[in-house]
């Protein structure tokens, strides 16, 4: 992959990110998500790829645009670079639509077959930062990997902070952690910006654990190579359809346990724009009547580097 189609995606992540922040705080979810979803979409055919969204926004019959399997991009050639592309226009609908923390715009991208290809399910997932790498397992307790954390980060279980989603199937998870005597951090929705948060030291936050969508699982996967994080995952089906859909679309052990690597092979890229004020990235700021600033970060994983990328955009001009 060319490491020039880093910019064109992040103008991909801007569009989504302008057009959803007209509705934060608006209570519109749906309105929300589908303004990021046009805008996602209508970029896509500016930049020379032959892409094919294989995390997105559901199946076909759900979704009219970004389904999984849909060919997006310019393709101007036979050579234009065949990749995969695993997406979410507004990652936090919800936090959008009622003005909350850290709602982002969000692509991440391999060459072609290098993805998981998950169904739209539930994924048991750990996250952490490079020095947790190779120490944390979703086969260890909860207890096990904060203190394995504790270790490596030098710290005390005291000083470690998990981050969880709110939910009452974590219930038996939050109570073990409290009893480990780490501290935790509930979020409502996005645990893609939270699974890579544990990368940056001054995020306040160690580890992610609990059960989320699998699609959100393979996005966070590709961030945290680009970081040199780990993350493991194993799929948890609702109904014998999930588990249907996931054998037809090549995996074969369902109780399997991916690593980082796994979901995401080779090369791959990440870019994401903030949405609202998060602990990755800042939200759209409104400058004036017609301009507005953007706060995106770009990854590649074969070199490691990290680029922040604010940017203002004149709403009168239609070149973003």
């Given amino acids: 992959m060319d490491r020039n189609l880093a910019l064109e995606f992040v103008r991909i992540t801007e569009a989504a990110s302008l057009a959803c922040a007209r509705f934060i705080g608006q209570g519109d979810e749906k309105a929300a998500d589908q303004a990021a979803v046009d805008a996602m979409r209508r970029e896509f055919d500016s930049v020379d790829i032959d892409g094919t969204v294989v995390i997105g926004e ?17 393709k101007r050639s036979e050579h234009s670079p065949k990749i995969d592309i695993a997406l979410d226009p507004l990652e936090g609908t919800t936090i959008c639509a009622h003005g909350g923390v850290g709602a982002i715009s969000v692509i991440a991208v391999a060459e072609r077959g290098n993805f998981l290809h998950a169904p739209d399910t539930y994924m048991d997932k750990i996250a952490c930062g490079p020095k947790g790498k190779g120490h944390i397992s979703l086969e260890k307790s909860p207890t096990e990997n904060i203190q394995v954390i504790s270790e490596v980060l030098k710290k005390p279980v005291s000083d470690v902070t998990v981050v969880i989603l709110d939910r009452p199937r974590h219930k038996d998870l939050i109570a073990e952690v409290r009893k480990a005597g780490a501290r ?20 306040g936050i160690d580890l992610l654990m609990g059960i989320g969508g699998a699609p959100e699982g393979v996005i966070t996967a590709a961030g945290l190579k680009c970081l040199g994080g780990d993350f493991q995952g194993r799929l948890r089906f609702r109904n014998d359809e999930e588990k249907e859909r996931a054998k037809a679309m090549g995996i074969e052990d369902l109780d399997k346990m991916f690593s980082r690597d796994e979901i995401a092979q080779g090369s791959v890229m990440f ?18 009547r017609n301009r507005s600033q953007t706060d995106s970060i770009v990854m590649r994983s074969k070199t490691g580097t990290v680029r922040r990328v604010t940017a203002e955009h004149d709403h009168n001009l239609k070149d973003i």
Wanted: one cysteine or more; charged letters at 25%.
């Fill in 58 to 74: 559901g199946e076909r019959d759900e979704a009219p645009m970004l389904y999984i399997g849909e060919e997006v991009g310019g």
């Fill in 184 to 203: 935790i951090r509930l979020i409502g929705d996005g645990d893609v910006s939270a699974g890579i948060a544990p990368c940056w030291e001054d995020s």
């Fill in 271 to 288: 870019c994401a724009t903030g949405v609202t004020d998060g602990p990755l990235l800042k939200g759209v700021r409104a400058l004036s």
